[in-house]
């Protein structure tokens, strides 16, 4: 009686702890895309948490955020600054970035006016710290139009800053 050892891949889902084997005409079949026992189709990622969920969609939607700028500025050079690819390969790493890593990008050391949000993006428009007076604003419009490239650069430059340590991570690991 011959005996041959199969090896198989085993799944296991995080959500509800089951485990099993995807077995196709007796071999080793496709990556699941769903629990067995769950049925979810995120059974192999960690659930993303209502902070990560909001810093996420405050970083994707930065680039609409510089585009009406640059609109109302009839700039179109503000809405140029920001990259969209960019942004995916920062949101689409494996494993996903931090909180923290997504608050560096969000609120990046040296920000010169309040942090643009879709709550504020039309309060304070155009108004920068005045030098001559600590602590009280100033409008002046080519300014604020420097200042919001010069932010949406640091969070970019904050972006490839992870990106390659992770890349740097991962090839002294590999």
Same mark, same amino acid.
């Given at each position: ?6 090896? *198989? ?21 496709? *990556? ?95 108004? *920068? ?46």
């Amino acid at each position: 009686m011959p005996v041959s050892k199969i090896q *198989v891949n085993e799944y296991h889902c995080i959500r509800c702890g089951y485990k099993w084997i995807n077995r196709l005409n007796g071999k080793d079949g496709p *990556v699941p895309t769903r629990c067995a026992k769950c049925k979810t189709s995120n059974w192999d990622r960690d659930a993303v948490s209502p902070k990560e969920n909001g810093l996420r969609r405050r970083i994707k939607g930065f680039k609409k955020l510089y585009k009406y700028a640059g609109s109302y500025w009839k700039d179109n050079s503000i809405a140029d600054c920001w990259s969209d690819e960019l942004t995916e390969k920062f949101l689409n790493l494996n494993p996903r970035p931090t909180i923290t890593e997504l608050g560096r990008v969000v609120y990046p050391i040296g920000l010169v006016i309040r942090p643009l949000s879709s709550q504020n993006q039309y309060i304070g428009r155009g108004y *920068v710290p005045d030098p001559e007076k600590p602590g009280w604003l100033k409008y002046d419009k080519e300014a604020y139009i420097k200042i919001i490239k010069q932010e949406a650069q640091k969070r970019q430059q904050v972006m490839r800053q992870i990106i390659e340590t992770r890349h740097l991570g991962s090839s002294v690991k590999g």
